[in-house]
């Protein structure tokens, strides 16, 4: 079945570096994804998603990469600001039902 | 533009209860989800409804847990008898119609089992 993992279950940065968070997954025909961040007390927050026929996403501060070769995807934001404090999931969809699986997420943890 | 509404936001029950979780989706949305996360875990897939059917719930369990979204008011997941086990918070997310559109989430409903 699907699974999907992620490399660092916590980073710890500096404010005003960029964060690189990586996501594996397991089924090679998922072809949509999307990240996620999760507060403390809240649901999901939807921040980019991405299709597969697309290897590069850009957001405000925010940038996916999808390397289907690899089954991989990361999220990388720029000047991390203590507000981006959170545990951040990828999620693949799509498919007939379009229902989400979530690894176990990286904790982002920002220093001032 | 409101977003995905659940309610309680915090129920307790005492094991042998039943618990009811509503979730109003938002507004235009007609595709449901319901999506349950235990402690420093992801969330894991329950149930997937449309209005007045259920698609898919292979991620339910057999017994004691159901859910509905009929064709007026919320959609609702109800677990009968709860146990210990039962305590989570549960999310809701709902999404537009078409292919490959992102959920948009609720902040849950935390159930505590006395």
């Known amino acids: 079945g699907e699974s999907v993992g992620l490399h660092l279950p916590t980073l710890s940065v500096q404010e005003g570096d960029n964060s690189i968070i990586n996501c594996a997954y397991s089924n090679s025909a998922s072809d949509y994804f999307i990240w996620y961040k999760q507060e403390s007390g809240k649901g999901p927050q939807f921040i980019i998603d991405i299709r597969s026929n697309m290897d590069k996403r850009q957001g405000q501060r925010v940038t996916v990469l999808l390397n289907k070769t690899v089954k991989h995807l990361s999220l990388q934001i720029a000047a991390t600001q203590p507000g981006d404090s959170a545990v951040y999931f990828c999620?693949?969809?799509?498919?007939?039902?379009?229902?989400?699986?979530f690894g176990t997420g990286t904790l982002l943890a920002v220093q001032p | 533009n409101a977003g995905v509404m659940q309610n309680p936001r915090h129920l307790v029950r005492r094991r042998g209860q039943e618990a009811r979780l509503r979730c109003s989706p938002m507004?235009?949305?007609?595709?449901v989800y319901w999506y349950r996360q235990l402690p420093e875990e992801g969330l894991k897939f329950m149930v997937y409804l449309q209005k007045e059917n259920i698609i898919d719930e292979s991620g339910m369990p057999k017994e004691r847990f159901s859910a509905e979204f009929p064709k007026e008011g919320p959609s609702i997941l109800r677990i009968q008898q709860v146990v210990r086990g039962d305590s989570a918070a549960y999310f809701c997310?709902?999404?537009?119609?078409?292919?490959?559109?992102?959920?948009?989430f609720g902040d849950g409903t935390r159930l505590s089992i006395l």
């Open positions: 997310a709902s999404h537009s119609s078409g292919t490959n559109q992102p959920q948009h």
């Open positions: 999620a693949p969809g799509g498919g007939a039902t379009n229902k989400l699986i």
């Open positions: 507004k235009g949305h007609s595709h």
